[in-house]
């Protein structure tokens, strides 16, 4: 065998923790929810109401939930959960009164806000549907999905 050298240890020297104004500004925003409410699964989308006081929507596995920002909580009442699979989007309509949301089996529901009803489920895709959204004239839903198909519904 061969000989070995003894090498020495070099300290170094301890990193100083800057304390920058940057740094600061950013520390100061905590988790208002308290909770993590995305159930370990990835967030798909994200979309704010267009009326005052903007909640938003956030969806994530086979679930919508609400976010309520003057109440700085989630009322689970008001959560979606009636997807068989995965949520892949949601957004409102311009006025704020309905919501529409897709699945990974192709489905498309028609939520009431308020009540949380389901109105309509709209079927036709093959796949996955990534995007839907209202149309301008609020009784139309225009949807994409991986079957690589862009379908305008007509009137709800």
């Known amino acids: 065998m061969g000989d070995y050298n003894k090498l020495e240890l070099v300290e170094l020297p301890r990193r100083q923790v800057d304390n920058t104004p940057d740094k600061r500004f950013w520390k100061k925003y905590k988790n208002w929810l308290g909770r993590q409410e995305t159930s370990g699964t990835d967030i798909h989308h994200v979309t704010f109401t267009p009326k005052f006081p903007h909640n938003f929507t956030v969806v994530h596995g086979t679930r919508a939930d609400t976010f309520f920002v003057q109440q700085k909580e989630i009322d689970d009442q008001k959560s979606l959960q009636k997807f068989k699979q995965i949520a892949r989007c949601a957004n409102y309509r ?4 309905l919501l529409v949301a897709s699945d990974d089996g192709g489905g498309v529901q028609v939520f009431q806000v308020d009540s949380r009803a389901q109105l309509r489920r709209l079927k036709g895709h093959q ?30």
């Not at 311009?94 to 009164?97: L, P």
Request: overall charge positive; proline content about 6%; aromatic content about 2%.
């Open 94 to 97: 311009s006025d704020g009164r």
């Open 127 to 156: 796949g996955p549907v990534h995007q839907c959204h209202f149309a301008h004239s609020k009784t139309h839903v225009v949807t994409a999905g991986d079957d690589r198909t862009l379908r305008p519904t007509k009137d709800l």
